[in-house]
């Protein structure tokens, strides 16, 4: 389980991401996508938020 001292800064972030992902990424009444993956292992937590505008091909930026 996360504590909660890393937990809320963690959802706070996650919150800011994709509301910008969902406010930038698509013009009005566009469709597209926001999909956030989470994966957990040896004391690292990696956290992906992807956003896909219909018919584009997704972009991935090195961190």
Known sequence: MLA???ATPLVMVLAEL???AM???FAPGA???VVVRA???AGWLQVQVVRRRRGAAPRVHPG
């Open 39 to 41: 994966e957990r292992s």
């Open 23 to 25: 406010e930038h990424a």
């Open 18 to 20: 994709v509301q910008n």
């Open 4 to 6: 909660a001292e890393l």
């Open 31 to 33: 469709a597209g996508r």
